[in-house]
Structures are given as structure tokens and as C-alpha cells.
């Protein structure tokens, strides 16, 4: 099943849940309810996003864009993130609110609408599980895996109040608590995706391991200016100065080329590398070695 096919259903579902949520929760007096149709509402428009940045990512690069559209499933998941902030800001202040303020809560809708959205939200982050890394849609499966959570949590809150006929404040610190659970997922995704943007080195890609990688590659004698860094979640460059052992010629040299790609694609999940093959290290300039002076000749 493809990506975009499984935030379709995703999204079905959620848009049916929100719907009974708010009807429901205010049938019932119920903060966690609507604090929890809250979230799901965030979810909507979260897995909106992700499904525009996965057919956004698949359009073919451009002369502006020579990388593609990659990057429009990192910027999807930093929308997503800055959305469960807002909501669990607004969940946060009226849970406060509500601590201070009697309401009767119907505990036998709660619990039956509570556990209902636990049932489609777990069936929702089944459907989105997959293998892999992509950021964006790990943002909407871990979207999916916290309402479930919640709407647990809010079920017991329910039954609760249920069976004891008191513990009405259960409810708001009940949303309280999903306002908590999901600003602490929405602050991961926050970091996550400010690491692609500011092109860091992938957790998983230790740099000596991948520079003795390439300096194993016959042909190879030394390599420096390595770089990584990923162009989305599951997309990676890398850029490199490799010096080669005695002076090949330029066929000799591009085959050797051609053994490093080959080397680290598949270890280091690096789809795109561009190599500059040298005779000899970089000599040292006013920019440091290997870098380029980019300042305009002064005019005589």
C-alpha cells in the first residue's frame, strides 16, 4: 500500500472521529472528550499536510528546484508539530479553567465514545506503520499512536466517574495530560525536523565509519571535506574530496568514482554523491583548504 493511499484511510477515519467527539462531548459536559476531538481535528489537518508533501515530494526537480521537492514532507512535519502546540496551549488553559468550575460529566457516554476513538485511532497507526524512517509520515503514525493513548486515558477517566459517581476533575487533568503527552511529541518532531533543515549529519552516520568505508575502496588514499546530510527523512547527499592513489587517468579515476558510490549507498543509505577525485590534497588558501574564494576581483 503506498504512502499517500494510507493517509487517505487515515484520514477518513479521523474526520469521522472528530465529528462524534464534538457532538458528543458536549452531549456529555466532557472537556477530555472535546479536548480529545481537539487533537483529532489537529490530526485532520496534520495528515492533510503530510499527504500534500508525499505528492509534492514525488514531482520531478526543476531548474529552481534541482533537488526536487523533498523538503516539503520536512516542512509538513514542522507544520504538524506547530499545530499540536497551538491545541495543547488552548487544552492546557481551559483544563485550568475547568479544575476551578463544577460540570457534570456523563461518565457511560464518555467511556463509550472514548474507547470508540481509541478503536479507530489504534486501527489508524496500524494502517500508517511502516518500515523506514520518513519523517513525515513517522510524524502522522506518532499523530495516530498518541490519540490512541489518550483516548484510553480518557476512557478511564470516564469509567471512573462512572462507577464512583464523583471524580469529576478527573476529566480536565485527564486533558491536561493528553495536552502534555502530545506538546512532548510536538517538540520531538520540532527537533527532528530543524536537524534536516539545518543539513546536520544523520544520527545514524558516523563520520569516521564512512571515511574508512571510502578510504577502503582500492584506488582510494586518502578522503577530508566529507559531508552528509539529508535532503528529507529518507532521502540523503553526500559531497566528498577524494585523493587517489598515484595518477589515474580520468577513465581510471570515474571507475574508482564509481566503487565509492557503490560502497556507501547502500551501508549509509546515501542516494545522491558528488565526488571531487584529486591527485592531490587541496593546497591551503585564505578560505582553508578545499574552500573557494568567492569575493569579486577589485577593479583597476
Given at each position: 500500500?503506498?504512502?499517500?493511499?494510507?493517509?487517505?484511510?487515515?484520514?477518513?477515519?479521523?474526520?469521522?472521529?472528530v465529528v462524534?467527539?464534538?457532538l458528543?462531548?458536549?452531549?456529555?459536559?466532557?472537556?477530555?472528550?472535546?479536548?480529545?476531538?481537539?487533537?483529532?481535528?489537529?490530526?485532520?489537518?496534520?495528515?492533510?499536510?503530510?499527504?500534500?508533501?508525499?505528492?509534492?515530494?514525488?514531482r520531478?526537480?526543476?531548474?529552481?528546484?534541482s533537488?526536487?521537492?523533498?523538503?516539503?514532507?520536512?516542512?509538513?512535519?514542522?507544520?504538524?508539530?506547530?499545530m499540536i502546540?497551538?491545541?495543547?496551549?488552548?487544552?492546557l488553559?481551559?483544563?485550568?479553567?475547568?479544575?476551578?468550575?463544577s460540570?457534570?460529566?456523563?461518565?457511560?457516554l464518555?467511556?463509550?465514545?472514548?474507547?470508540?476513538?481509541?478503536?479507530?485511532?489504534?486501527g489508524?497507526?496500524?494502517?500508517?506503520?511502516?518500515?523506514?524512517?520518513?519523517?513525515?509520515?513517522?510524524?502522522?503514525?506518532?499523530?495516530m499512536?498518541?490519540?490512541?493513548?489518550?483516548?484510553?486515558?480518557?476512557?478511564?477517566?470516564?469509567?471512573?466517574?462512572?462507577?464512583?459517581?464523583?471524580?469529576?476533575?478527573?476529566?480536565?487533568v485527564?486533558?491536561?495530560?493528553?495536552?502534555v503527552?502530545?506538546?512532548l511529541?510536538?517538540?520531538?518532531?520540532?527537533?527532528?525536523?530543524?536537524?534536516?533543515?539545518?543539513?546536520a549529519?544523520?544520527?545514524?552516520?558516523?563520520?569516521?565509519?564512512?571515511?574508512?568505508?571510502?578510504?577502503?575502496?582500492?584506488?582510494?588514499?586518502?578522503v577530508?571535506?566529507?559531508h552528509v546530510?539529508s535532503?528529507?527523512?529518507?532521502?540523503?547527499?553526500?559531497?566528498?574530496h577524494?585523493?587517489?592513489?598515484g595518477?589515474?587517468?580520468?577513465?581510471?579515476?570515474q571507475?574508482v568514482?564509481e566503487?565509492?558510490k557503490?560502497?556507501?549507498?547502500a551501508?549509509?543509505s546515501i542516494?545522491?554523491?558528488?565526488?571531487?577525485?584529486?591527485?592531490?590534497?587541496?593546497?591551503?588558501?585564505?578560505?582553508?583548504?578545499?574552500?573557494?574564494?568567492?569575493?569579486?576581483?577589485?577593479k583597476?
Amino acid at each position: 500500500m503506498t504512502k499517500a493511499r494510507r493517509l487517505e484511510i487515515a484520514l477518513g477515519l479521523n474526520i469521522a472521529l472528530v465529528v462524534a467527539q464534538v457532538l458528543f462531548g458536549l452531549a456529555a459536559h466532557s472537556l477530555g472528550l472535546l479536548a480529545d476531538a481537539g487533537h483529532n481535528l489537529s490530526d485532520v489537518a496534520a495528515v492533510v499536510v503530510s499527504l500534500v508533501a508525499v505528492r509534492w515530494a514525488r514531482r520531478a526537480p526543476t531548474a529552481e528546484r534541482s533537488y526536487g521537492y523533498h523538503r516539503g514532507t520536512i516542512l509538513a512535519a514542522l507544520a504538524n508539530a506547530a499545530m499540536i502546540l497551538a491545541v495543547s496551549a488552548f487544552i492546557l488553559y481551559e483544563g485550568v479553567r475547568r479544575l476551578g468550575e463544577s460540570h457534570p460529566v456523563q461518565g457511560g457516554l464518555v467511556v463509550a465514545v472514548a474507547l470508540a476513538a481509541f478503536v479507530i485511532n489504534a486501527g489508524s497507526a496500524l494502517v500508517l506503520r511502516q518500515h523506514g524512517s520518513d519523517l513525515n509520515m513517522r510524524s502522522a503514525l506518532l499523530h495516530m499512536a498518541g490519540d490512541a493513548a489518550a483516548s484510553l486515558g480518557v476512557a478511564l477517566a470516564g469509567l471512573v466517574i462512572l462507577t464512583t459517581g464523583g471524580f469529576e476533575w478527573l476529566d480536565p487533568v485527564m486533558s491536561m495530560a493528553i495536552a502534555v503527552l502530545i506538546a512532548l511529541e510536538a517538540v520531538r518532531l520540532v527537533r527532528q525536523a530543524t536537524e534536516v533543515l539545518l543539513e546536520a549529519t544523520p544520527k545514524d552516520v558516523k563520520l569516521d565509519r564512512l571515511t574508512a568505508t571510502i578510504g577502503s575502496v582500492d584506488g582510494v588514499e586518502t578522503v577530508h571535506d566529507l559531508h552528509v546530510w539529508s535532503l528529507s527523512s529518507d532521502v540523503r547527499a553526500l559531497s566528498a574530496h577524494v585523493v587517489l592513489a598515484g595518477h589515474p587517468s580520468l577513465e581510471e579515476a570515474q571507475v574508482v568514482g564509481e566503487r565509492i558510490k557503490a560502497a556507501v549507498a547502500a551501508p549509509f543509505s546515501i542516494a545522491h554523491s558528488t565526488l571531487e577525485l584529486e591527485c592531490v590534497p587541496c593546497a591551503d588558501g585564505t578560505t582553508g583548504p578545499c574552500g573557494m574564494d568567492v569575493r569579486q576581483p577589485a577593479k583597476g
